[in-house]
């Protein structure tokens, strides 16, 4: 039985100091930011006539997740793969970003990276959300700081029998997958009912969808994830507060590789994932990106007898953990 988490690392037995990475000119602008607009233009001249096509072309700035949210967004689980992944949309879309894992150093690397390369501003923090009362922790991390956005990307992911899975291990899952996004939502919610404006983002996965045996309990997790998804984007909603779960399949991450050692069809990018996740804000309970995963999930939900369809997983995960 192995045990791997999302975000990776160690974390320290107490809180460090705050970890900040700013521009070096104090400057909030984004420097890869797209023009409002673009025009092309094209002359033609059939028999003697001259026809002018003038093209325009209206980007949506990515200064809007800033107008729509505020100025801060925090991703837990943030340190690599498709936490980082995030953490680099947010940045990109002009949002300053709290950025919450085990692993310092990864962290400290990415906000600097972040920084030079947005303009924005990146606070970090080494936090383990398997420790009780992450919400406590978070209130210190944030300071006078109040997230307008959230995605709570941490997940523990065991693989293998669950009877040979120790109480610690269970309990430990709980606390990551389950515990942390409902502590987290819950700490964060109140200051955007009051503005009447957020997001949330909550990290589900294909697996949810029915048993998967040999991850039953991350399988499990995710499940309650996106029936959570679900119910808070009615609740919240008509609060001006968007919410969306999201349903990948495989992610090119390192704690993918780290626990499942291939490649498989359909896989993403965590890139490909947090961009088609974050554009689904406002549109809907769940988005399951990308149009292969979109079919697998119709032909699982719709189309499979659950019974067999639980067996060929079953087959398929003894040859792979």
Do not use: H
């Not at 940045?91 to 709290?98: P, T």
């Amino acid at each position: 039985m192995a045990l791997r988490q999302e975000c990776g690392g160690v974390c320290p037995a107490s809180m460090a100091a705050l970890n900040t990475s700013s521009p070096r000119d104090g400057s909030m602008r984004n420097s890869r930011r797209c023009p409002p607009s673009s025009r092309v233009t094209r002359t033609f001249r059939p028999g003697g006539f001259e026809l002018v096509f003038v093209i325009s072309v209206t980007v949506r700035p990515v200064s809007d997740f800033r107008k729509r949210y505020g100025a801060w967004a925090l991703v837990a689980g943030a340190s690599e793969g498709l936490g980082a992944a995030f953490a680099e949309q947010l940045a990109e879309r002009g949002m300053n970003v709290l950025l919450l894992a085990r692993r310092e150093e990864l962290l400290a690397e990415l906000a600097g990276r972040l920084t030079a390369d947005y303009g924005i501003e990146a606070r970090w923090q080494a936090l383990d959300l398997s420790d009780p009362d992450p919400a406590s922790r978070l209130e210190t991390f944030c300071g006078d700081i109040s997230p307008g956005l959230l995605v709570y990307n941490a997940a523990l992911i065991p693989t293998g029998p669950f009877a040979e899975m120790t109480q610690d291990t269970l309990e430990r899952i709980a606390r990551v997958n389950v515990l942390g996004p409902l502590a987290l939502t819950r700490a964060l919610l109140d200051p955007m009912r009051s503005r009447g404006r957020g997001a949330v983002v909550l990290m589900s996965s294909m697996s949810g969808i029915q048993g998967w045996p040999r991850i039953a309990a991350y399988a499990a997790t995710k499940a309650f994830n996106t029936t959570l998804g679900e119910a808070l984007w009615y609740e919240l909603g008509e609060e001006g507060i968007d919410v969306v779960v999201s349903c990948p399949a495989a992610i090119s991450t390192p704690a993918y590789f780290r626990n499942f050692g291939r490649r498989v069809p359909g896989m993403l990018t965590p890139e490909t994932v947090a961009r088609a996740t974050l554009d689904a804000l406002g549109k809907g309970p769940k988005v399951v990106p990308g149009l292969i995963n979109r079919i697998g999930w119709q032909v699982m939900t719709r189309l499979l007898p659950r019974k067999p369809l639980i067996r060929a997983m079953g087959r398929t995960m003894k040859k792979v953990v």
